[in-house]
């Protein structure tokens, strides 16, 4: 390298001629190089023109997003209480954790899962889910944090390390009954995908808490009270400057319940161990008294910690406890169809009280044997004792003369068939069979013997516990069916009880089916497990097979093919206030659902005489108190 | 012996540009910093630019031909400060650039490099005495330039390294670089391209896709780009005004008093405001493309263009950065960021620019 001689005699450099001409040579390159700084120069002032000129507007709306963030003042949600005003739903205050996805920086991911105790794979995959709407849509990561993870959240948020954690302060759901009237209630969850992109929640945001069934649903727009926001304006570590303005949270809309929280306990009591329905009304004004499914899950199970493995095991479990029986599961009503049999030939004129039917454990129709349930026979029966004894053979005879057009016109007066259009979700409609039903659904025609099953209740027909007490409710009244409802404001929007149908029914036929009623519990009937002394309980009970005896015969057939077991029963005999159907499934005959019924009107009765008691001041009680000397002493 | 005649050949306009320029950085970090752990930036800056005028009246002084009989002894103390900084250096934002002298000051060996290749490109320019670049030569002064190249993008501090490269072409081609080289070089440049991909860091990676797709990561790698681009355009023609910026203001800006100082300032007093700038930046590179032109001597001439290319580089990468016309590099905008060393080298080097002035008419 030629550097090294020159740096021994520095002076020479210096004192080196300067000849001006050395440079000439670079004159036209340093005027390339002054061309070229001008287009660099040109180049950097468009970029800015481009930005700060020609998209100005774009970018002032940007920088306003950047600033501005509306932060949810959860609303919350109305309570849920029974007819005497006990709160069976409240709400329960707790921060909620949520993550800004303006802030939201992708390493963060981990430490923040691994901080909260939650699967990162979970939560990464939650914020994909966010992807595409828009960034002031938070993330809700976590109700109800454990004192472990508010410390954790309060070390990191807001400062240098995850500002994109924020608390903010929200209700959630408690249900302090543990179960109650699980399946009534339902239960709420934050709204998913599936139901942000359906026309039902279409005004619902992302995160929001939603009623997924039951009351819940059904009143979740009354019971969803409108969220208040907050306008902030923040800087880039999500901490708020200024506050631009607060919209207060309007709360919920409380909801009174014509459930009598007592007699729903004791038919709880009653369902306990036991797959299957109750529901008890008042047939005067329709108002559910009493709503049981079992089994059922408890729903404080639900808010805000989904269990995905929990709800599988929920889903798959073969008991179903998610399905709703009281008014989903449809089922043969068996002999309980038999009243409304009854009175539908009384009606029609088909037959007067002394028509009787021999019965011999057995008849033949359309060269098929069908039996009655008591193989040895009843003997010569008239209708009273046709009820009272559940006797098949008088009811095939009846049903043979009405035809399958008449029964199915006057189970559809009855309310089967249709929904009763009952103020909870996921009702079902059950099935009443008719000829032209037939040809729409199988495109068949009617045979004459399947109106015989039809008349016992069992083939095609199929009723809800719900519709089954409905029905029955309405004839013992006389012919006023009431539309059930649970929630009491409901009913009373319109200033009075408007009936759902009504018939113009004979009342000397009303009182001759419900004599037969009266009969099966307090004479010498099939229900008289369920006799009350003192109360007037008419009633019918039913079973209805789910398998041939045939087939349970030839396989050892488990419990699930076990008859179920009937019980529809109203109070008291001439001016019903309560009816109560009860679906016992699997319980193999009717006269063990009956207990339930029993149970239940019986807590309904004793009930009311506590408190006609405690209205009527007993002389007794205030001399006790006043009894001189005993206090001082 | 007077090297120079009079201190009223200093070049005064320079220094005026130069001293509003710094003017508008110090006004624009007190701007960004304030109510900040950062507030204090603004004097210390103007600290840093009384010690820079100090020590451009020292360059100034000493003859630029003294400092070039000097460049083998200033060689290979950077290159030993080089190899020594990541040994004792501090490590900040996962590289070592840093060397820690008294007081809390550091000291960064990579921005007094350039000086020193100023100096190296010129002295080896000027003693070929040939307008013809031979290959042996562009190996030459390719290897003397890429040996701190590489130990300063080992650091890894690619941006400044990168700094380096203008100041060697610049002189190639003022040195006369054949056209068939070039094109030899830049073929194999080319060829090479995909091969140095391999040698970059997951970050300078990142840092390339983002600058070509920045909403592909917004939160991640694309946040300082995407939120620079919302300042600036923020700003529009007129401004905010001082202190009235709210992408910087808020901090949504990233490293407002350093990096990203000129999008803070475009924020704050908009396109007029950037043309000003770019105006006064403008004059600054012609005075000293000029100081060139009236140059004495070769020496003098490769000194100046160096200064002027590096000069240039610096504006093209960083304004060029915040606008999202350039990927993202951490050079500073020289004269206005906030910074030390780097006042410092630019100041050395507008000296040695005063310097080879003070000598024209010398001879």
Request: proline share 5%.
């Amino acid at each position: 390298m030629k550097l090294i001689p020159q740096e021994r005699q520095p002076d020479a450099s210096v004192t080196r001629p300067l000849i001006r001409d050395d440079t000439k040579f670079a004159a036209g390159k340093i005027a390339v190089f002054q061309y070229f700084a001008v287009c660099v120069f040109v180049f950097l002032a468009l970029g800015y023109w481009d930005l700060q000129v020609r998209n100005e507007e774009f970018y002032l709306e940007k920088a306003y997003q950047n600033q501005i963030k509306s932060l949810p003042i959860p609303a919350p949600r109305g309570k849920i209480v029974d007819r005497d005003g006990r709160v069976i739903v409240d709400n329960h205050s707790s921060y909620r954790l949520i993550l800004s996805r303006d802030s939201l920086r992708e390493e963060h991911v981990i430490p923040i899962a691994a901080g909260l105790n939650l699967d990162a794979n979970d939560l990464s995959a939650k914020i994909r889910r966010f992807r595409r709407q828009p960034t002031y849509f938070t993330i809700p990561l976590k109700e109800e944090l454990t004192a472990d993870e508010l410390t954790f959240v309060e070390a990191h948020k807001g400062a240098d390390s995850f500002p994109e954690m924020e608390l903010i302060k929200s209700q959630f759901r408690v249900y302090p009954r543990d179960g109650v009237a699980a399946h009534l209630l339902g239960y709420v969850g934050e709204i998913n995908e599936p139901e942000l992109n359906s026309q039902e929640w279409a005004n619902h945001n992302p995160g929001d808490v939603i009623g997924k069934s039951g009351i819940e649903r059904f009143y979740n727009e009354q019971l969803t009270g409108v969220d208040g926001q907050r306008q902030v304006r923040v800087d880039n570590r999500m901490n708020t400057r200024e506050v631009l303005g607060i919209t207060e949270a309007q709360p919920g809309k409380d909801l009174k319940l014509t459930i009598d929280l007592d007699l729903q306990v004791v038919a709880e009591l009653a369902m306990q161990n036991k797959r299957g329905a109750v529901v008890a009304l008042d047939p005067r004004t329709g108002e559910v008294l009493a709503f049981v499914s079992t089994p059922a899950p408890d729903p404080n199970h639900f808010v805000g910690r989904i269990d995905a493995k929990e709800w599988a095991a929920l889903a798959t479990d073969p008991y179903k406890p998610l399905f709703n029986r009281a008014l989903a599961a449809q089922q043969a009503p068996g002999s309980t169809f038999k009243p409304i049999m009854a009175l539908a030939a009384l009606e029609a004129g088909i037959i007067d009280e002394n028509f009787t039917v021999q019965c011999n454990g057995g008849a033949n129709w359309y060269g098929r044997w069908f039996k009655c349930h008591k193989k040895t026979g009843h003997g010569t029966v008239n209708l009273k004792t046709a009820i009272a004894q559940s006797c098949d053979v008088f009811f095939y005879a009846v049903g043979n003369k009405l035809g399958i057009d008449k029964i199915a016109e006057y189970a559809e007066m009855a309310g089967l068939g249709h929904k009763t259009g009952i103020d909870l979700p996921g009702e079902k409609e059950g099935v009443v069979p008719s000829s032209k039903w037939k040809i729409r659904t199988q495109r068949e025609k009617w045979y004459a013997g399947e109106t015989i099953s039809v008349s016992v209740g069992q083939g095609a027909l199929t009723v809800t516990p719900l519709q089954l007490a409905h029905a029955i409710g309405g004839i013992a009244t006389g012919g006023v069916w009431m539309r059930p409802h649970v929630v009491k404001e409901e009913a009373g929007k319109a200033g009075k009880l408007e009936p759902a149908r009504k018939a113009q029914l004979n009342l000397d036929n009303v009182n001759k089916v419900i004599a037969g009623m009266y009969a099966v519990v307090n004479e010498w009937g099939t229900g008289s497990m369920a006799h009350i002394p003192g109360i007037e309980l008419c009633g019918k009970t039913g079973t209805a097979q789910l398998a041939s005896n045939d087939l349970l015969k030839s396989r050892d057939m488990g419990e699930a093919f076990r008859d179920n077991g009937w019980f529809v029963g109203f109070a008291p005999r001439n001016s019903p206030e309560i009816v109560v159907a009860a679906l016992y499934e699997n319980g193999a005959h009717g006269d063990r659902a009956s207990w339930i019924v029993r149970d239940v009107v019986k807590a309904y009765f004793d009930k009311k005489a506590r408190l006609n008691k405690l209205q009527q001041p007993t002389p007794g009680v205030a001399s006790l108190l006043s009894r001189p000397g005993e206090i001082a002493r | 012996m007077a090297s120079y005649r009079s201190l009223r050949d200093l070049d005064w306009p320079l220094l005026a540009v130069t001293l509003s320029i710094c003017g508008l950085g110090i006004l624009q970090i007190y701007s960004a910093t304030l109510d900040t752990a950062w507030r204090s930036a603004w004097w210390k800056q103007l600290l840093w630019l009384a010690v820079g005028l100090l020590m451009m009246w020292l360059m100034t002084k000493i003859d630029y031909h003294t400092l070039l009989g000097q460049v083998p002894l200033l060689y290979g103390i950077t290159l030993t400060l080089l190899v020594v900084t990541p040994l004792i250096g501090r490590l900040v934002w996962g590289s070592k650039r840093w060397i820690p002298v008294a007081f809390g000051f550091k000291f960064q060996p990579s921005e007094f490099a350039k000086l020193v290749i100023v100096l190296l490109v010129a002295r080896y320019l000027t003693e070929l005495k040939s307008d013809r670049l031979e290959v042996r030569d562009l190996l030459k002064l390719g290897g003397l330039v890429g040996l701190p190249f590489t130990l300063v993008a080992a650091q890894p501090d690619l941006g400044t390294s990168l700094t380096y490269v203008p100041i060697l072409l610049i002189g190639l081609y003022l040195g006369g670089v054949r056209w068939q080289h070039a094109a030899t070089v830049i073929a194999l440049a080319a060829v090479l391209m995909p091969v140095g991909w391999f040698f970059l860091k997951d970050y300078q990676r990142a840092r390339l896709e983002t600058f070509i797709d920045p909403m592909k990561d917004p939160m991640g790698k694309g946040y300082q780009v995407i939120q620079s681009k919302i300042a600036v355009g923020h700003g529009g023609i007129w401004g905010w005004g001082v202190t009235h910026g709210s992408q910087t203001q808020l901090r949504f800006l990233p490293v407002a008093h350093t990096d990203f100082l000129i999008s803070a300032f475009a924020e704050e007093h908009g396109f007029v405001g950037i043309l000003v700038v770019l105006g006064l930046y403008f004059l600054l590179l012609m005075q000293i493309v000029q100081n060139a032109q009236t140059a004495p001597d070769r020496a003098g001439m490769f000194i100046c263009m160096g200064v002027c290319s590096l000069l240039l580089f610096h504006l093209l990468v960083n304004v060029g950065m915040a606008a999202g016309r350039m990927p993202v590099t951490g050079i500073p905008l020289p004269l206005m960021s906030y910074g030390g060393s780097s006042m410092l080298s630019v100041f050395m080097m507008l000296g040695l620019v005063n310097n080879v002035r003070l000598r024209r008419f010398v001879s």
